[in-house]
């Protein structure tokens, strides 16, 4: 259905016509009828908006079909997938407090848990995302608050064993937080196999068109906050409110809207929500595309002498087919291989490309690349590049939606300029 509100903002009556295309909100500010139903916002804002750095009409339209389209309950956009995930640990840590991830994520990711919180008083226990259940409750301290992985890791393209990670957070009743970038929910929900919160960075495949940065946190409503004070004991920022005893399931999310977005503003424009929503209407058939382009490079790469190794878990050989299978719909469009020479020839073959694009991106329509270690987890240690599955030689093809017979011809020229 559509909302009312927008219609109304845009000026028109909803009884009299429906806009095809989501209309764009373009406003800071909602006018209110009295200084009293002013001060009722403030009290509860669930009751209409406040501010657009608190919410939009035209965002809120794209929050909610994303919450749609991952079974969550609600939704928050953020200006970035950075700040989505900033904010969905934030949100039940604070200064000594800790939280277990896997350290196949993307390196950005790594850096921010690794020194960033850990400035603000916040420590990130990495645990292996092949290690035992045992392992995994053994990582556990008794301020640990949260478990983070990612579905599909950027650029290392490991599964996660979501259901085992689950089992282990929930056992000490803690909620499992995802970054499910690389899949969408198109290709995997990882609420329904036990993910408490899902956080994506939306300038990937759901925008598609490398138009806008941006990020989504989704809250599942299925976790029980009843052990988080932060969520159940009054918050002295906001009236003294108990998010738990006033919103029930929707406390997390919430939450995260009424504290975290009110002091980091950190809410996207209406505009980009529009153009993010355009994307969204063609995940499904571009996720097919995807998985059949990088499948038939995958499968190149592999016949290839000069590859080392090819990492995709769509392939049957790969260590992570059998997760892939179990989880995920689609392996995705993203191509971790390993050339032989090492980096040298890395540059070599990603300098001679002509159809690639080499740029600091991934997830697009147009095939792009990149070497890893001399970009996005440039600022990781050799021990951390290991940990993280990345080798000098590692290039991450992110394959597009162009003409397969074109990207393969690429691929030949990129090839030949390597050495033997």
Known sequence: MFDETLCLHAGYSPKN??????????????????????????????????????????????????????????????SSGQAATLLSVLNLCAAGDSFISTPEIYGGTVNLFSFTLKRMGIECIF???????????????????????????????????????????????????VDSTFTTPILCKPIDFGADIVVHSTSKYMDGHALQVGGVI????????????????????????????????????????????????????AHSAFLLNLGLETLALRMERYCQNAM?????????????????????GDSCYALAQKYLKGAGGVISFIIKGGRKNAVKFMDALRLASNEVHVCDIRTCVLHPASATHRQLTEEQLIAAGI??????????????????????????????
């Open 17 to 78: 016509a429906e806009p095809r295309v989501l209309p764009i909100v373009q406003s800071t500010t909602y006018v209110y009828d009295s200084t009293e139903d002013v001060a009722a916002v403030f009290d509860d804002p669930t009751r209409s908006l406040i501010y657009s750095r608190f919410a939009n009409p035209t965002v809120m339209a794209v929050e909610n079909k994303i919450a749609a389209l991952e079974g969550g309950i609600g939704a928050m956009c953020t």
């Open 218 to 269: 989704v809250d599942s409503g299925a976790f029980d906050w009843s052990a988080f004070p932060c969520l159940t004991e009054p918050d002295e920022s906001y009236h003294g409110i108990s998010y738990v005893e006033t919103y029930g399931k929707m406390a997390y999310i919430l939450k995260a809207r009424m504290q975290l977005m009110r002091d980091f503003g950190v809410y996207p424009a």
């Open 127 to 177: 645990v292996d995302r092949d290690a035992s259940e045992a392992e995994i409750h053994a990582a556990f301290q008794p301020n640990t608050k949260l478990v983070f992985g990612e579905t599909l890791a950027n650029p290392a393209l490991t599964v996660l064993d979501i259901e085992k990670f689950a089992r282990v957070a929930h056992a000490h009743r803690v909620p499992l937080i």
């Open 296 to 316: 038939v490079v995958a499968e190149y790469l592999s016949a290839c002498p000069l590859v080392e190794k090819v990492v995709y878990p769509g392939l049957k």
């Open 391 to 420: 080798q000098p030689g590692m290039i991450r093809f992110s394959v597009g939606l162009e003409n397969i017979e074109d990207i393969l011809a690429d691929l030949k020229i990129g090839l030949a300029a390597v050495d033997a």
